[in-house]
């Protein structure tokens, strides 16, 4: 009998460590695609873990966050459109309050140094901070939501596995949602598997024709094969009066950043219309049409937009069609439907 209860005594811690609650939480190695500039997220400070990364998806789809219990972030930012607010003019929020400006897609956020179209923040693990709190986004409230996932059996144990200490707070739950984020990577397009020279990259003439003309007069912003150079610039867009959005100027308090914006990333961009930063271009011609004959001589324009005071980039109808064609091929329909990123 003795023996039998001995050996129970040194069984029973065992399985006590095999519990939900000691979950050894596993290292996501983070892998930067061959054809991709160095990080600009530093993973030191937040390492992502399978557990983390749980968390934070699990957080970016709860609209309970949000005073009225049904806009998460995933309210704004759809999957299957790069994460953007696929078909608004501009995000839609709690009691279906209107902003001013179009939601920027959620895609390989980790290679990107400032955040908003106005970079308002340049880390990721704080941005979450700017819809959250807003009024007219989430209008959510950090001691409101503290208090609901310490109520909330899953959101305990899944802090508890994320995180040493377990400890439900802001910190915790904005590094969960900067592990998500970070590791929304879109890089199997056709155009990076013709550039890492993989099955599946093999474009067509109009696509490479595309591609040749979008490096001689697009990349100058649209840099490196993320497809932006993380800048702010003016693209000459005519100012609505009735918001006279200042951009940048915003957040700098600079005159030379009035009516700046950040340059978007192009990928996916077959699927996030509409365009620009208050989605005032429904298709991929429409942008086009703006850069060869559109383009205001607004205060702070670009320079690449005014040659000796002719302004905009010239470009035929052909051309245009073949940047067209080009673009479509920065389509990841392997991130768009990653079972991984998605609600369900």
């Not at 997220?41 to 966050?65: A, I, M, S, V």
């Not at 508890?160 to 949602?177: C, P, T």
């Not at 912003?221 to 940048?248: E, K």
């Amino acid at each position: 009998m003795k023996t039998k209860y001995y050996l129970l005594f040194l069984i029973f811690p065992l399985l006590i460590s095999c519990s939900n609650d000691d979950y050894q939480n596993v290292p996501i190695d983070f892998k930067v695609p061959s054809n991709f500039p160095a990080l600009a997220y530093d993973f030191t400070n937040n390492p992502p873990t399978e557990k983390g990364f749980e968390l934070g998806k699990k957080l970016f789809y709860d609209g309970r966050l949000a005073s009225d219990g049904i806009v998460s972030c995933g309210f704004c930012h759809i999957q299957e459109n790069a994460f953007t607010h696929h078909g608004h003019t501009v995000s839609h929020g709690v009691n279906n309050a209107a902003g001013t400006r179009n939601s920027p897609p959620i895609q390989n956020m980790a290679f990107q140094t400032a955040y908003m179209w106005d970079g308002a923040t340049t880390h990721l693990d704080l941005q979450p901070i700017i819809p959250f709190t807003s009024p007219i986004e989430m209008n959510g409230n950090f001691s409101n939501a503290i208090a609901m996932m310490k109520n909330d059996a899953e959101y305990k144990k899944l802090f508890k596995q994320a995180f040493d200490g377990g400890e439900i707070n802001s910190e915790n739950m904005l590094k969960a949602l900067g592990q998500f984020m970070a590791l929304l990577v879109s890089s199997n397009s056709k155009f990076d598997k013709y550039r890492r020279n993989e099955s599946g990259g093999t474009m067509t003439a109009d696509e490479l024709d595309g591609y040749a003309i979008f490096n001689q007069k697009c990349a100058s912003c649209h840099a490196t094969d993320l497809f932006t150079d993380n800048s702010f610039r003016n693209n000459g867009l005519a100012i609505n009066p009735q918001v006279n959005d200042i951009g940048r100027f915003r957040v700098t308090q600079l005159e030379s950043d009035k009516y700046k914006f950040k340059v978007p990333s192009l990928r996916n961009i077959e699927k996030t219309a509409p365009y620009m930063h208050d989605g005032r271009f429904y298709t991929l011609e429409a942008v086009l049409d703006h850069y060869s004959s559109g383009v205001v001589n607004t205060q702070n324009l670009d320079e690449s937009l005014n040659n000796n005071g002719t302004l905009g980039i010239p470009l035929t109808q052909t051309e245009k069609a073949k940047i067209i064609a080009f673009l479509k091929t920065l389509t990841d329909n392997e991130f768009l439907t990653n079972p991984k990123f998605a609600e369900y």
